[in-house]
């Protein structure tokens, strides 16, 4: 944190504001998250019981108003957060909302600017899932949709490398309270990784993660888009099935290698999206085989087809398969995503086909009206 701006700082304001029994404040009472501040822009949020957002509204106002006259902020964001009782199921139930964010029993958060929002996933981290995620969105991208890509990777953001963006800000929108998407390859872009420091440890409890995406979604003024790529997190916990629930997915990707370690992950994520009724427009096998960039000669490092044929078994489209080569990986560490850098190699070509079937696949499923909306969490 800056000099002007620290942790203490902003804690000796937080102790003028009274907690929820309105005696002691809720600093004393252990109330407030890990503080995070990036360019006078300052990130928490209060801890409340569940249910009582509306009532303890004019707490949050107060935190916001005490921390926003220290000298050096610009702006300040805070979030109400419930944390659930002991043994209460860890999946947020059907139509329940984060404290202080959207009320999704009344629908999801509405998202007017956005015809299409589709989630790219895994069961696990390390498969490549940001970086066909990016390569996707500019597939879309150079096929003429309105793009946009939200990084929803809370713990390990990367979209802003990827896209070159790496240390830059987003600005402030026209109201004081929203944030203006950054721009990439004529993309819109958003990320946690543009509020926090790139080597910032993210250590956050579960209600302050789900309330992050919650505002990133709410108060981003995205433009008008065709297609939202959201990158999510890896796995199948809590912060995936607020995003699931949060706003209305049209359609999933999910990402794999073709070993079985991997497949196992990946068949819990397809079912997480069979739970909340989403459907899935395919798999993609990333590192599906190993071109060596001097002899070209294929070699199967971690088998090969296994995503193929596990699409063929659960019935679902197999989008592609992606090779492990030197140019993917250098231009995405380069923050010049092989589809925009090198958009007549053979690799961009293999992302745009996979962009081709999704797109086709979610343009079916729109057709036969087989896909309402709903969330249902057995």
Known sequence: MSEEVSKERVLEMLQKVKGPDQDSDIVSLGLVSEI?????????????????????????????????????????????????????DS?????????????????QIPMPNIK??????????????????????????????????LDADIYGPSIPRLLGLAGQHPEPGGDGDSIKPMKAFGMEVMSIGFLVDEDAPMIWRGPMVMSALTQMLQFVTWGELDVLVVDMPPGTGDAQLTMSQAVP????????TPQDLSLIDARKGLNMFKQVKVPVLG???????????SCGERSNIFSTGGAEAEAEAIKVPFLGAVPLH??????SDAGQ?????????????IYRSIADKAWDELERIKKKNVYTPKIIVE
């Open 36 to 88: 995070v501040e990036n360019g006078g822009k300052v990130y928490f949020s209060i801890s409340i019981e569940p249910g009582r957002a509306e009532e303890l509204e004019p707490m949050r106002q107060a935190a916001e108003e005490v921390v926003g006259r220290i000298d050096g902020v610009k702006s300040v964001a805070v979030t109400l957060t419930a944390d659930r009782k002991p043994g209460q």
């Open 91 to 107: 999946a947020p139930q059907a139509g329940a909302a984060p404290a202080g964010g959207p009320n999704l029993a009344s629908g």
């Open 116 to 149: 299409n929002i589709i989630a790219v996933a895994s069961g696990k981290g390390g498969v490549g899932k940001s970086t066909t995620a990016v390569n996707l969105a500019l597939a879309f991208a150079a096929n003429g949709l309105k793009t946009g890509i």
């Open 249 to 256: 997915i049209a359609g999933a990707v999910i990402v794999s």
């Open 283 to 293: 798999i993609v096998e990333n590192m599906s085989y190993f071109l060596c960039p």
């Open 326 to 331: 030197m140019d993917i990986r250098e231009k």
């Open 337 to 349: 995503p092989i589809t925009v850098s090198d958009p007549k190699s053979i690799h961009a070509g």
